[in-house]
């Protein structure tokens, strides 16, 4: 699986545990951290936690283990790191503060198109 479908089924499993505002930021020619990062909002601390426990665990189930996670103590940020694919989940209040998408607003968006489902 190349790193942008795996960023894809990151986004697949986000949508179906209800994760808002899911956005695919292509950094790949801006920085060698990776390839996207994937951005998604949850409702509160609990939802942040199954957000990415959601992703960690099918993941595992095809023998993708991230190479690091932070913030899972807290639940405001959990940063999963799939090498190429950086998955951050948020709070609102997280998000809004950090504001990610203005950082790396020179960056192209990864086309959701059919990944995410509306409401």
């Known amino acids: 699986m190349n790193s942008e479908e795996l960023a894809k ?20 020619e801006l920085t060698t951290i990776g390839d996207f990062f994937i951005l998604v909002t949850g409702t509160s601390s609990p ?13 595992a189930k095809e023998g993708l283990e991230p190479r ?5 103590q807290s639940a405001t940020w959990i940063l999963m790191d799939y ?10 209040e997280t998000r809004d503060f950090y504001n990610m998408e203005r950082l ?11 990944l ?3 409401g």
């Open 9 to 28: 089924k990151i986004v697949r499993l986000l949508d179906g545990k209800k994760g808002m505002d899911i956005v695919g930021v292509d950094i790949h």
């Open 47 to 59: 939802h942040v936690k199954a957000l990415a426990e959601e992703v960690e665990d099918n993941l």
């Open 68 to 72: 690091r996670i932070e913030g899972a």
């Open 83 to 92: 090498q190429d694919v950086i998955l951050h989940i948020f709070t609102k």
């Open 104 to 114: 790396w607003s020179d960056a192209p968006r990864l086309d959701l198109t059919g």
């Open 116 to 118: 995410i489902t509306e």
